[in-house]
């Protein structure tokens, strides 16, 4: 148990550093960036990330069945076909990042036309797209890296190479700006950040595992093992690339480019809140998966219970001072304008995304480690229609708050897809998880954020938002241990965190 503990806490750790130490950077350099490079070309390059979030569904949601197997492998101790499909997954993501890189190249002209890119950029957005196929290749690369290390338990690792990815490619990619080489040098940066990452993952793994072989290119076996669970991660992966990304693309074809730029600020945190949650609790899946081959279906209804109880109280936290005091962060941080146009559908993003990450985090989790993959799929695909359904309808008459409304309009699909999962997919005691993992933390987090609520008019500085969110934060902890919101084990696991976060300071 204190062995489990301690890999909890340090993926715990590594993965709340993973995404906070990015993304504290981001938040710095957002409005430098934008200043430097102007609306325009602050979406473009926001638009040739999408892009290249498109084209990973080429990679047929491989990361997930790699994940899994690789944990299933791993505690089941059968080292030669964990090496043996380890060498084939990584010739398999080789062929899928060149393909795709081509393809990118090839299209690049068609984007550029249907994106209804200014005439103004088209030469940039010509070479940017064009690397953009580079660092396609790498983030593949990326994604076969992390997704093996996961399986590994090994998010220390794989947050810290997304860690030095970050850092150095904002650091850099700034000083670029700086020294006048815009937003071509700042996004040559990124692409060489993705190949360097891509380079250690494969230097790693190649040292964890006993031999690689290129021949033969295609292993039949391991094909066979997968070929299972592709249609399914493919499914995944198009839904996700043609509805998730749909806001942003129809935004800008027809709201207009700087539209992009104004809203990618309220998508940026809320979708950075939810990642930060999914990257705390993302070691639940390879957990899941582990337990799956060794234990009985009682521990992992009891895992599932800590799980989603860590979730809601993490999200409780993260989300509510942003609820309600988001529009005095955008005012803060970027100006009084950017707030304005913003906060309405910054509230609904973040109330939208703080109901999902409470809802399906854990659960996604449990059902894809547990094997039923197929099953999720349904849902993954469903969500996203009704997402992309949701922009279509919304978005022209409604401009970005649209967006907002989509998201809040799919919660319905989540509530349904969570509770019956729960009670007839998986036969957990539904009652029994409500009481556990939902009642308590949210109620400390409503009660506290109403009484932030009454105080919010007398925030106007940095000093007193970061000052009613930290007395928000400590009140919180206090009357959930007072109130048993934690129990003996999870009191181990809080000690240890603690301990290992003042090792590092």
């Given at each position: ?114 994106l209804s890119i200014p005439i103004s950029l088209n030469e940039e957005a010509h070479t ?378």
């Amino acid at each position: 148990m204190v062995t489990s503990l301690r890999r909890v806490g340090i993926n715990i750790i590594s993965g709340g550093a993973g995404y906070i130490l990015p993304m504290a950077l981001n938040v710095v350099a957002a409005p430098f960036i934008l200043k430097h490079l102007g609306e325009e070309a602050y979406g473009l390059q926001i638009l040739a990330n999408v892009i290249i979030g498109y084209f990973v569904v080429a990679d047929m949601g491989l990361d997930i069945p790699i994940t899994h197997r690789v944990a299933e492998y791993n505690a089941k101790q059968d080292t030669e076909l964990l090496t043996r499909f380890i060498s084939a997954t990584l010739k398999l993501y080789f062929i899928i990042g060149l393909t795709g890189a081509v393809l990118l190249i090839i299209l690049t002209d068609q984007f550029i036309e249907w994106l209804s890119i200014p005439i103004s950029l088209n030469e940039e957005a010509h070479t940017v797209f064009y690397l953009s196929a580079i660092g396609f290749f790498g983030s593949i690369i990326n994604m076969w890296g992390k997704a093996v290390f996961n399986g590994f338990h090994r998010y220390d690792v794989s947050n810290g190479i997304s860690i030095v990815n970050n850092i150095l490619s904002i650091v850099i990619g700034i000083f670029t700006i700086l020294c006048g080489y815009g937003l071509v040098g700042f996004f040559i940066v990124r692409v060489v950040g993705f190949l360097l990452s891509s380079m250690t993952y494969i230097i790693m793994t190649l040292k964890m595992i006993r031999s690689f072989s290129f021949l033969p290119i295609i292993d039949r076996v391991i094909w066979a093992a997968l070929k299972k669970q592709i249609g399914y991660g493919f499914s995944l992966r198009l839904s996700g690339m043609i509805f998730a990304r749909m806001d942003q693309t129809l935004i800008s074809a027809w709201v207009g480019i700087s539209a992009v730029a104004t809203y990618s600020f309220p998508i940026l945190i809320a979708s950075t809140l939810s990642g930060l949650i999914a990257s705390l609790s993302h070691f639940a899946f390879p957990m899941v998966s582990s337990m799956s081959a060794t234990n009985s279906k009682s521990a992992i209804e009891s895992f599932f219970l800590k799980i989603t109880k860590l979730i809601v109280c993490v999200s409780t936290l993260i989300f509510i001072p942003f609820i309600i005091c988001g529009d005095i962060f955008l005012t803060l941080w970027i100006n009084p304008i950017v707030s304005s146009q913003n906060q309405e559908v910054l509230f609904f993003l973040t109330v939208a995304f703080y109901i999902n990450s409470c809802l399906t985090i854990g659960l996604n989790a449990v059902v894809v480690g547990s094997g039923q993959l197929k099953y999720f799929t349904f849902y993954g695909v469903g969500r996203g229609v009704c997402l992309f359904i949701g922009f279509l309808l919304l978005v022209k008459p409604f401009g970005i708050n649209g967006a907002g409304y989509a998201y809040i309009s799919t919660l319905l699909l989540d509530f349904g897809f969570t509770f019956y999962t729960i009670k007839s997919k998986l036969n957990f005691d539904l009652k029994q998880v409500i009481l556990v993992g939902y009642v308590k933390p949210i109620l400390i987090g409503f009660v506290l954020g109403f009484i932030m609520l009454l105080v919010k008019t007398w925030i106007t500085t940095w000093t007193e938002l970061i000052g009613i969110v930290t007395a928000y934060w400590i009140v919180y902890f206090i009357l959930g241990y007072l109130i048993g919101l934690v129990d003996e084990k999870e009191k181990i696991l809080i000690k240890s965190l603690l301990k290992k976060i003042m090792n590092l300071w």
